[in-house]
């Protein structure tokens, strides 16, 4: 079945640090790519998505690359803030639902950025 | 505007009780979902429904029973209460049914279920 393996947290980073937050995935075919991002007591929300090998989401200062040769999704930001600091959560979803209506979450990483 | 939105905010109860959850979404989706979220953060889904019709029915105890009385509303009730059901518990919707290119889900804020 599909499955996502992100990094072990927690990350703790000081402000203005580079992060990287990696994600790899097991799909058959092509799934569609995403980062959650879930702040201190609230739910989760979208913070970018991929849809297509090569693609590229962006939000907020957050990149990842969808690259299916390595079959990863990496997050990455290059100067992070106090205000980062939250869990983060890889997830795919199958290209087509089939039988499969769910998106696949990894096990979140918890960001800590300290001033 | 709130889009997703869920009641009770926080819920503390005795074991063995019976509890229900609401969620209701404005967002005019055809897809909702619940998610247990453990101490450690995992989150992992326990149903969908799909204009009120179940379609992921996840391996949970059927002390826990969906229902969805319209699309905009899913609510969970839990039989019988036990020390393992505290947790988060977070109310989605989206507009397409889990595949698909997009397929964001939108949250509400939780749950947080504690079992005495």
């Known amino acids: 079945g599909d499955s996502v393996t992100q990094m072990e947290g927690p990350v703790t980073l000081s402000e203005e640090a580079f992060l990287t937050i990696n994600c790899t995935y097991t799909a058959t075919g092509y799934p569609s790519l995403f980062w959650y991002v879930q702040y201190p007591g609230e739910g989760l929300q979208l913070l970018l998505k991929?849809?297509?090998?090569?693609d590229k989401g962006s939000n907020k200062g957050f990149e990842a690359t969808y690259r299916k040769e390595t079959t990863s999704f990496h997050l990455e930001k290059g100067s992070v803030q106090v205000s980062d600091s939250a869990v983060y959560f890889c997830a795919l979803s199958p290209l087509s639902g089939g039988s499969n209506y769910k998106l696949t979450f990894g096990k979140g990483t918890l960001l800590t950025v300290n001033p | 505007d709130t889009a997703v939105s869920q009641t009770p905010k926080y819920l503390v109860t005795q074991m063995g009780n019976d509890k229900s959850i609401k969620c209701e979404q404005n967002l005019g989706h055809d897809t909702m979902y619940w998610y247990k979220q453990d101490s450690k953060k995992f989150l992992k889904i326990m149903f969908s429904y799909n204009n009120k019709e179940l379609i992921i029915n996840e391996t949970v105890p059927n002390r826990f029973s969906p229902k969805s009385p319209d699309k905009a509303h899913l609510n969970l009730h839990i039989n019988s209460l036990e020390l393992g059901d505290s947790a988060v518990y977070f109310c989605?919707?989206?507009?397409?049914?889990?595949?698909?290119?997009?397929?964001?889900?939108?949250f509400g804020p939780g749950t947080r279920l504690t079992v005495l």
């Open positions: 991929a849809t297509k090998a090569d």
């Open positions: 989605a919707s989206s507009q397409e049914r889990g595949g698909g290119t997009d397929n964001e889900q939108f």
